[in-house]
């Protein structure tokens, strides 16, 4: 009989310790299914300022921007898409030769070997046309150069800029943006209208910090921009640890050109 008793409250026993078991493990699912239930809604709904576009690939950065009627960008759109924007038409006569008609005959870009996937040969693709400047974007890529050229539909005249390209107001200059392979960031060119160089610089530049801080220097990156008529390029820089931000100028001051107001980082 004392046998028969200690084997029923050992059973309890081990019944009892499973039912806390199975309890806690179900709070704890619980818990977790919470947690990842709050992380997903907080990322719906982070601000779009918290997300930096420095990984994304140069053209994709800047896509938004070719709407103005000052602009011209290579964005990531199908080629057959944007041959059709051509006022004379374009197309390609063969794999690597690209053909765009103007007012007074017929441009060809035709590209160099090798052909692989590499990048190691040079590459034509056209980009679109804007009709305020009257000229088509062409990307040319090689194994050392993300860029472009300008083809002005009037003249027929081909002029070296980059994949993306922003005018004055009054169509007399324009800034060129392109990049080099391996590079994080962008080279800007100030040219005026017959390619002659105006101005150069990079897209990413060392700002100073607080004399307090552990470092004395930050990286920034400067983006979107624009050109006035007197040369002037205005922009947007944001610095890359401590996040501030702000819009600049790139001004003439004491002889040379630097992004004012001074924003520290």
């Given at each position: 009989?004392?046998?028969?008793?200690?084997?029923?409250?050992?059973?309890?026993?081990a019944i009892l310790?499973?039912?806390?078991?199975?309890?806690?493990?179900?709070?704890?699912?619980?818990?977790?299914?919470?947690?990842?239930?709050?992380?997903?809604?907080?990322?719906?709904?982070?601000?779009?300022?918290?997300?930096?576009?420095?990984?994304?690939s140069p053209a994709?950065?800047?896509?938004?921007?070719?709407?103005?009627?000052?602009?011209?960008?290579?964005?990531?759109?199908?080629?057959?898409?944007?041959?059709?924007?051509?006022?004379?038409?374009?197309?390609?006569?063969?794999?690597?030769?690209?053909?765009?008609?103007?007012?007074?005959?017929?441009?060809?870009?035709?590209?160099?070997?090798?052909?692989?996937?590499?990048?190691?040969?040079?590459?034509?693709?056209?980009?679109?046309?804007?009709?305020?400047?009257?000229?088509?974007?062409?990307?040319?890529?090689?194994?050392?150069?993300?860029?472009?050229?300008?083809?002005?539909d009037e003249s027929?005249?081909?002029?070296?800029?980059?994949?993306?390209?922003?005018?004055?107001?009054?169509?007399?200059?324009?800034?060129?943006?392109?990049?080099?392979?391996?590079?994080?960031?962008?080279?800007?060119?100030?040219?005026?209208?017959?390619?002659?160089?105006?101005?150069?610089?990079?897209?990413?530049?060392?700002?100073?910090?607080?004399?307090?801080?552990?470092?004395?220097?930050?990286?920034?990156?400067?983006?979107?921009?624009?050109?006035?008529?007197?040369?002037?390029?205005?922009?947007?820089?944001?610095?890359?640890?401590?996040?501030?931000?702000?819009?600049?100028?790139?001004?003439?001051?004491?002889?040379?050109?630097?992004?004012?107001?001074?924003?520290?980082?």
């Amino acid at each position: 009989m004392k046998k028969k008793v200690i084997t029923y409250g050992v059973i309890a026993f081990a019944i009892l310790a499973l039912a806390i078991v199975m309890a806690v493990f179900s709070t704890d699912k619980n818990s977790v299914s919470v947690m990842e239930s709050r992380e997903t809604v907080s990322l719906k709904k982070a601000p779009q300022s918290a997300m930096f576009t420095s990984e994304v690939s140069p053209a994709s950065a800047i896509a938004g921007l070719a709407t103005d009627p000052y602009k011209l960008s290579c964005e990531e759109k199908p080629e057959d898409d944007l041959l059709i924007q051509a006022p004379y038409g374009a197309k390609r006569t063969g794999e690597h030769i690209l053909e765009i008609k103007y007012s007074g005959g017929v441009k060809e870009f035709i590209d160099e070997p090798p052909y692989d996937e590499f990048g190691m040969g040079l590459r034509w693709e056209y980009c679109g046309y804007n009709e305020n400047i009257k000229a088509h974007l062409i990307l040319r890529r090689d194994k050392e150069w993300y860029t472009g050229s300008l083809f002005f539909d009037e003249s027929g005249e081909v002029v070296k800029a980059g994949f993306f390209v922003v005018f004055s107001p009054n169509k007399l200059n324009f800034l060129a943006i392109q990049q080099w392979a391996g590079a994080d960031g962008q080279d800007w060119t100030m040219y005026d209208k017959s390619g002659h160089k105006l101005w150069n610089g990079f897209s990413t530049i060392d700002v100073p910090r607080k004399p307090t801080d552990t470092y004395q220097w930050e990286a920034a990156t400067i983006e979107t921009p624009s050109l006035s008529d007197d040369l002037q390029i205005s922009a947007h820089m944001f610095c890359w640890q401590s996040k501030k931000n702000g819009n600049v100028t790139l001004k003439k001051n004491e002889g040379k050109r630097e992004w004012l107001p001074k924003i520290e980082c």
